[in-house]
């Protein structure tokens, strides 16, 4: 539980900062135009971009402070965690600038494409199974049952890369509020969803192995 809240920190920055910035859009529109401005395409922001724009900061800042104790710790910073600092950066950095939230809404989809295109990589061409090779010291599993699985998070991250583009520009293309409380709460609950659906899988097949 600890490991997944510590996962899913920079998110419950990101959800709890816009919802404050929401209900509080003069307080925020000042705070960024004061602080800010020389950052900004135009040197403001209006009250109705305050929300996003405070929240992509406070998430990338988020982010940064996860790699940050990692490091004063001694501990491996997981390559998915730079990826995702990077991302947010870049997409973030374009976001805060150009005060524009749709380049924010890219950033969850290139991130679970670029985790589904290292996995289609890493097997096709260095012959290793990224899932295999993050799990093999808990459990032994045959290597057709390592194959399904790997294959099962390639397609998992290319389809919630496919719905989280839906959801921001088809179906809440109006409303980044929608699409923030399903980023939130909508992609972590298919996620785990996800690891039951997996872990029933896998204890069939360790019982089986038994």
Do not use: C
């Not at 992509?56 to 997981?78: H, M, P, S, W």
């Amino acid at each position: 539980m600890m490991k997944f809240l510590f996962d899913i920190f920079p998110l419950l920055v990101f959800f709890g900062s816009y919802k404050w910035a929401g209900s509080n859009e003069d307080a925020a529109q000042a705070l960024v135009n004061e602080h800010l401005s020389g950052v900004i395409s135009g040197g403001a922001i209006t009250a109705s971009q305050a929300p996003i724009i405070v929240a992509t900061i406070t998430g990338i800042v988020a982010t940064a402070l996860q790699i940050a104790y990692l490091l004063a710790r001694g501990r491996k910073v997981d390559g998915a965690l730079w990826v995702s600092m990077v991302v947010f950066l870049f997409f973030g950095g374009l976001t805060i600038y150009f005060h524009d939230d749709d380049f924010i809404k890219w950033k969850p989809t290139i991130i679970y494409w670029s985790f589904a295109t290292a996995m289609v990589v890493a097997y096709r061409f260095f012959n290793k199974n990224l899932i295999r090779a993050a799990m093999e010291k808990q459990i032994q599993l045959p290597d057709e049952v390592w194959h399904r699985l790997n294959t099962a998070w390639v397609a998992f991250w290319i389809v919630l890369g496919l719905l989280n583009l839906f959801v921001a520009f088809v179906l809440f293309k109006a409303d980044t509020n929608a699409w923030v409380s399903f980023k939130a709460f909508g992609v972590t609950g298919l996620m785990l969803a996800f690891f039951v659906v997996q872990g029933f899988y896998l204890a069939r097949h360790i019982k089986d192995e038994a």
